[in-house]
């Protein structure tokens, strides 16, 4: 049963009339009120008509709910609308950044696409939107951060039931890849020292000392984090004690939203408690303003860089090859950065360079797939241009060929051989693993009798690895050194 009535009572003479009345709706009876708008009671009792008749409609499945739910929600605000939305994000636990960029994207295209309600979000606009951006000399990468942000807000008005369907499943989003406005290159192995001799007894810059600087140099090649997530780290995050030591930084300050688990070196680990000796404040590094990082570490690079060249002063030739190279230098001459976020880009370049297993680079990193991975360093894994002429040198051996015009080459039938090798020694050596790892709480009786067994297997592996010794996959001594 509906009613008509002034908030206040009879004291409010000139307020509007309010009804209330029993709707039905998708998920049952629900009572609602509404403001008639009016100060004529007579009035305000004909709209309370209309809405019990809608209601009863509805009770009886003339009007459909979902679609008047449907018809309430286009109604509304686009700002109410973005409202909720920002409390789900909140709700997910997103980083208060990721928030702010998010609806930021979204208010300027619906500014720009002139949107009233969510019933005005189209494709045909956020397309031109795009267009205009990429025209105007926006970047790719800004134009496909701008799309992700208000398609995922129409897919999210879709799955609330705010709209029947997503009106932007249809735009597609630019591939950066093919713009790319910057792009970095990793810090040489031979160039780290040098850095780390000049930052450790350089002057103070950005708020941190030299030996500051230098650990968190040091920290970011070696874990892949990110300037955000190292200005995160507090000392609870250390776990230096642990074996091995571990950082750990908070899902919410991860760019993927889960919580980080990156292993470090004893060596690292012992700086970082040292420099947690010297100071009482929670977070490990000071960073400060994250935007000068990039300034600082061309002064740090500047200062590497000069000594470099001073060090060849009595060699004029060798003095104009070291100012022309590219060595320490910012940016080489492809166009190439060495910023901040290069040290996480070096992380995962020294970890290929060494043969690190792709699916273990994957994980250091936190790629969210493994073709992320094998796109950014595939082109840095050790071997691979040996195989592949290997590969060719087998097709190319035809069966009428002389052994005179074959010599040199690896026989179909002997690299064949090799490969049965190579995953019988692997096979082996996975068994010697796992028998050993029995041996730390067995008996001496025990112990001896699994030696006794493993013994000849551990010396057939060792025969057949050396007998393959001249097909390893590289001679670079240097790979198998940590990565600093």
Known sequence: MGSVFKRGGK?????????????????????????????????????????????????????????EELRVQRHRKLSDHLADFENDLRAANRSESHIAKTLGFVRTISEAS??????????????????????SGSSARTVQAALTAVKGFSKWLTNNRKLSHDPLSAVKKPNPEHDRRLQRRMLLPDEWP???????????????????????????????????ELASLKRSDLHLDATPPFLTCDAE?????????????????????????????????????????????????????TAWI?????????????????FLNPADRDGK????????????????????????????????????????????????????????????????????ETQGEIPRHAQRTAQQTGRGVARQLATVREESNE????GSRRKRSLQKRLEPQV?????????????????DQGIMSPLL
């Open 11 to 67: 004291k409010n003479r000139d307020g509007y009339y309010y009804v209330t009345w029993d709707d039905w709706t998708s998920s049952g009876k629900q009572r609602r009120s509404l403001c008639a708008r009016t100060t004529d009671k007579s009035a305000a009792e004909q709209i309370l008509k209309k809405k019990e008749a809608e209601a009863a409609l509805r009770r009886e499945g003339v009007i459909d709910p979902r679609l």
């Open 114 to 135: 002139a949107w009233r309600g969510i019933g005005d979000i189209g494709a045909d606009a956020v397309s031109r939107y795009a267009a205009s951006r990429l025209a």
């Open 194 to 228: 040098r850095l780390l001799r000049a930052t450790e007894g350089g002057r103070s810059l950005g708020g941190m000392p030299g030996s500051e600087r230098a650990l968190l140099y040091r920290t970011a090649i070696e874990t892949g984090l990110r300037a955000s």
């Open 253 to 305: 300050e991860t760019k993927n939203g889960k919580r980080a688990r990156q292993y470090v070196t004893q060596t690292l680990a012992n700086a970082l408690r040292l420099q947690l000796s010297q100071t009482n404040r929670q977070r490990v590094f000071a960073m400060g303003d994250l935007t000068n990082l990039a300034k600082v570490l061309r002064k740090d690079l500047a200062e590497a860089r």
């Open 310 to 326: 001073a060090e060849s002063s009595n060699d004029e030739e060798e003095t104009k090859r070291r100012i022309e190279s590219d």
């Open 337 to 404: 950065r060495l910023d901040f976020h290069a040290f996480r880009h070096t992380c995962g370049a020294w970890l290929a360079r060494a043969g690190v297993q792709p699916k273990v680079i994957q994980t250091v990193m936190r790629h969210s797939s493994i073709t992320l991975t094998m796109d950014a360093y595939g082109h840095l894994f050790p071997g691979q241009e040996m195989d592949a002429v290997a590969s060719l040198a087998c097709l190319l051996d035809a069966p009428s060929s002389s052994p005179s």
């Open 439 to 442: 041996l730390t709480a067995s």
């Open 459 to 475: 010396t057939l592996a060792a025969k057949e690895i050396a007998s393959r010794a001249g097909l390893i996959r590289t001679d």
